[in-house]
Structures are given as C-alpha cells and as structure tokens.
C-alpha cells in the first residue's frame, strides 16, 4: 500500500511540476524577454521546475517496479529530498516570486500539500 501511494505522489508531483514549468517559461515566453544579460531568474526557475518534474516523475514510475523494496531507504532519502525541494517552491510561489506566472498561488498550495506527503511517505520509507 505505501509503495502504491509513494508512487502515486511521484507521479502527481513530477506533473505538477512539469506543469508549473511550463506555464513559466511560457508566460516568459509571451513577454518576449530578451535581455543582454541572458535568461532571468523567471526563466531559469522554469527550466529547473521542468527538470525536478522529469525526475519526480521517472522516480514515481520506478517506485512501481518491484525492484524498490531492495532499495527501499535509498529511495525514501529522495522523496525526502523531493517533498523539501516542493516545501520550498511552494512557499516561493506563494510568496509571488514567479510572480510572471498565472495561478502561483495555487501551484504553490499544490505543491506544499505534495511536500509534505512526499515527507510523510519518505520517512515511512526510510524508518
């Protein structure tokens, strides 16, 4: 049962995020940011939502084989990681620094409600 849930929140997690990424370097993308500098902060964040969502999600779906009970505490260290890495987004995306992106504040909610699920399953993997 907990293998199933962790892989669910894996999964849910890694396309919230990919969602969320998305949606920023789109709405950076319609603003036509171009800079001398290089990318912004804005861009850079989505770029790395995309990245964590690919994982999140390639981890979700290995939390399905039946290869994870072995490597049970190895992969309750990462969703530990995960749920603090969604904890922080999502008190940044409350706290409006992705403030270019349309509903932060409820990709935000999302995301600390995923963070501390992802915390609870970890640590009942990792116990």
């Known amino acids: 049962m907990r293998q199933k849930f962790s892989a669910l929140l894996g999964i849910v997690g890694g396309i919230v995020d990919l969602v ?3 949606a920023l370097l789109e709405s950076v993308g319609m603003m036509g940011e171009q800079t001398m500098m290089g990318p912004s902060a804005t861009t850079w964040g989505g770029y790395f939502l995309m ?3 690919i994982i ?8 399905f084989s039946s290869d994870m009970m072995r490597k049970r505490a190895i992969l309750g ?3 530990l990681l995960y749920g603090v890495v969604m904890l922080v987004l999502g008190v940044a995306m409350i706290g409006q620094m992705f403030s270019m992106m349309q509903g932060s504040s ?3 909610v999302v995301m ?6 992802m915390l609870y399953s970890g640590y009942g993997m990792v116990r």
């Open 20 to 22: 969320a990424g998305f």
């Open 51 to 53: 990245g964590l969502g």
């Open 56 to 63: 999140v999600l390639a981890t979700g779906l290995y939390l």
């Open 77 to 79: 260290a990462l969703m």
């Open 106 to 108: 409820l990709s935000g």
């Open 112 to 117: 600390i409600i995923l963070g501390i699920a």
